[in-house]
């Protein structure tokens, strides 16, 4: 009996001349535990010159989650953060009553030119803390707990998983693993987050004998143990935890349990209201529609 209870396909999105694979928000799965947006970046080449510029925009009601396999990135923010993503660190963002942020290329790197791949998640925010205070955290590779075994890595990137729990705060019960896997390497994925999919970065597994190519997500059936088999080398994530405690509504870059927080956000950043991000002169205006 198949444990997949949805295989989600990606859809390819053009964000101004860099093309992402959109897993979530989708039909028939908003989320997957509280992760309500993925985005799979890459993998990019990028020429010498050239680079990746996500100017200044805001967020509400949302963690960004940054997770990269290859090349690098430098964040900024109106809490004054400025932080270089290498790969395996991740960067934890806590938006609350709203944030705003740059993704930019480093220079000395845009100088040489580099491959660009990772993941870029949404957090939805309990309802109880969407109005919490804006916060930034950064983690290195080596403080995230990795359990390995022949032919197998997982990383422990947020929450609790395999009795390792990873150093970054979150919200209520969360899962976040990055695993490497060479041909023939299995593992399973316990039954003990209330929703948990798994996600083919590169490669190909069986998921107890149904095959998941490179770019789609399975989404888990509730209380059943899953077996992970690769059939070739392969990186892929698990995530999921607790269900969201209501319904979202998502709008551009805001997450809200309300269309009237929605409506504010969309107002504040018209008029100018979100604070800067220091060092920058752009911004990202609102969409017309």
């Known amino acids: 009996m198949s444990s997949i209870q949805h295989l989600l396909k990606p859809h390819e999105r053009d964000l101004g001349g860099f093309s992402v694979k959109r897993l979530l928000p989708s039909l028939p799965k908003q989320a997957v535990g509280p992760f309500i947006f993925f985005d ?10 050239e680079g990746m510029d996500v100017r200044p925009h805001p967020h509400i009601g949302l963690a960004t989650v940054t997770y990269l396999y290859e090349g690098e990135m430098l964040h900024r923010d109106s809490l004054g953060s400025v932080q270089r993503i290498r790969p395996g660190d991740v960067n934890w963002m806590t938006a609350g009553h709203g944030v705003v942020h740059s993704e930019r290329t480093p220079d000395e790197v ?11 998640t949404w957090f939805a925010l309990p309802t109880a803390d ?6 930034f955290y950064h983690h290195p590779a080596h403080t ?26 979150t919200y209520g019960d969360t899962l976040y693993v990055a695993g490497e896997l060479e041909a023939g390497a ?24 149904e095959t998941v190519a490179a770019g789609y997500l399975a ?18 994530l698990v995530l999921g935890g607790d269900p ?8 551009w870059n805001f997450v809200a349990s309300s269309k009237e ?23 990202i205006p609102l969409p017309t529609r």
């Open 110 to 120: 845009r100088a040489h030119g580099q491959t660009l791949h990772g993941i870029q």
């Open 186 to 209: 299995q593992f399973e994925v316990p039954a003990d987050h209330a929703e948990r999919g798994v996600y083919i970065a590169s490669g190909a597994v069986d998921i107890d004998g």
């Open 219 to 236: 989404v888990l059936k509730p209380g059943v143990t899953a077996k992970v088999s690769a059939n070739e080398a392969t990186r892929l």
């Open 144 to 169: 995230l707990p990795l359990l390995e075994s022949p032919g197998l890595s997982l990383r422990v990137v947020l929450g609790r998983a395999y009795g390792k729990e990873s150093p970054v705060k």
């Open 130 to 135: 969407e109005e919490a205070e804006p916060a």
């Open 244 to 251: 969201l405690d209501g319904p979202r509504y998502v709008w």
């Open 40 to 49: 799979h970046m890459g993998p990019a080449v990028q020429g010498p010159g």
């Open 261 to 283: 927080r929605i409506e504010a956000a969309k107002q504040r950043w018209a008029e100018g209201r979100f604070p800067p991000v220091p060092g920058e002169t752009e911004f």
